[in-house]
């Protein structure tokens, strides 16, 4: 099994930057990848970027230039720095890890979720 708790988000004003930070614990050693999701209201949950243990991050198309992940995986931590944030950037945000189970098993953690919302 494997927690993870999210911390910052908030409200910032179009243009601002918030942090978000993820930290897992117990079973961190088998996580192969960890990122951010969104889920505005009305709308599905959808990637906003992930980083596999292996190297390499993975961005969505509209948060590549201003949003970037950081993180170690064998930590268990990951981070996401978010710069000319928009309105369209408000949802709640999870933090995902990608795991194993003792049997080999695919499974998904995810965070309790944090709200970040931007005003115009």
């Known amino acids: 099994q494997v927690q993870l708790v999210e911390s910052g988000g908030g409200l910032v004003q179009a243009g601002g930057s918030l942090r978000l930070s993820c930290a897992a614990s117990?079973?961190?050693?088998?996580?192969?990848?960890m990122g951010w999701y969104r889920q505005a209201p009305g709308k599905q949950r959808d990637l906003v970027a992930r980083?596999?243990?292996?190297?390499?991050?993975n961005y969505a198309d509209s948060v590549k230039g201003r949003f970037t992940i950081s993180g170690d995986n064998a930590k268990g931590m990951v981070s996401l720095q978010m710069n000319s944030l928009k309105p369209e950037d408000t949802a709640v945000y999870y933090c995902?890890?990608?795991?194993?189970?003792?049997?080999?098993?695919?499974?998904?953690?995810w965070g309790q979720g944090t709200q970040v919302t931007v005003s115009s």
């Open positions: 980083i596999p243990r292996g190297g390499g991050t």
């Open positions: 995902k890890a990608e795991g194993r189970t003792a049997a080999g098993k695919a499974i998904d953690y």
């Open positions: 117990g079973s961190i050693f088998s996580i192969n990848a």
